[in-house]
T-cell receptor
Framework: AQKVTQAQTEISVVEKEDVTLDCVYE???????LFWYKQPPSGELVFLIR??????QNEISGRYSWNFQKSTSSFNFTITASQVVDSAVYFC????????????FGTGTRLKVLA | DVKVTQSSRYLVKRTGEKVFLECVQD?????MFWYRQDPGLGLRLIYF???????EKGDIPEGYSVSREKKERFSLILESASTNQTSMYLC?????????????FGDGTRLSIL
């Protein structure tokens, strides 16, 4: 069975602090995709990144970085120098590489960045 | 950019009513999805469709049905609304191959059943 765990329900940081959001996944598939989405207060889910299981390189995009470690089944997301606009709920998701491509979502982490 | 439009941002209905939630995408995607989002439970898949008139149950289909008469439109139907269907509903579309493209989401509909 596939499962995604985001153990941090809510995190509060002060602006300019760094923060890491954890994502741990379970799958029996040898190939799969992992995603991060952001849900601001307005409600829509905004796609941030996709990573396939073959690629364990870390990714950096501006203040955002992602650390994929297959050995620990983790795909963690770090925001450097957080800003108030980063306040949102962040979801990690897992999908297969064949079949119906359904997403399995984690329960989300609410990030509050305080000014 | 892909645009997924949900017909209502907020909706209030009464118990027992038949409720329609509409979703339209503008990218000719074959696959469309309906999720509900509840605190502490994340997003759960209700139904999805991989082609016109084709549908499959997701993880929590009970109490819901769907309709896909045209490729761009995917409707979620609450046959007889109940208070436990009060939730945030999100529609998504996807047109990729091999799962490597992200799903694109609408703004969501906050549905309250009184």
């Amino acid at each position: 069975a596939q499962k995604v765990t985001q153990a941090q329900t809510e995190i509060s940081v002060v602006e300019k602090e760094d923060v890491t959001l954890d994502c741990v996944y379970e799958t029996r598939d040898t190939t799969y995709y992992l995603f991060w989405y952001k849900q601001p207060p307005s409600g829509e889910l905004v796609f941030l990144i996709r990573r396939n299981s073959f690629d364990e390189q870390n990714e950096i995009s501006g203040r955002y970085s992602w650390n994929f470690q297959k050995s620990t089944s983790s795909f963690n997301f770090t925001i450097t120098a957080s800003q108030v606009v980063d306040s949102a709920v962040y979801f990690c998701a897992l999908s297969r590489t064949s079949g119906t491509y359904k997403y399995i979502f984690g329960t989300g982490t609410r990030l509050k960045v305080l000014a | 950019d892909v645009k997924v439009t949900q017909s209502s941002r907020y909706l209030v209905k009464r118990t027992g009513e038949k409720v329609f939630l509409e979703c339209v995408q503008d990218m000719d995607h074959e696959n469309m999805f309906w999720y509900r989002q509840d605190p502490g439970l994340g997003l759960r898949l209700i139904y999805f469709s991989y082609d016109v008139k084709m549908k499959e149950k997701g993880d929590i289909p009970e109490g819901y049905s769907v309709s896909r008469e045209k490729k761009e439109r995917f409707s979620l139907i609450l046959e007889s609304a109940s208070t436990n269907q009060t939730s945030m509903y999100l529609c998504a579309s996807w047109g990729g191959q091999g799962g490597n493209q992200p799903q694109h989401f609408g703004d969501g509909t906050r549905l309250s059943i009184l």
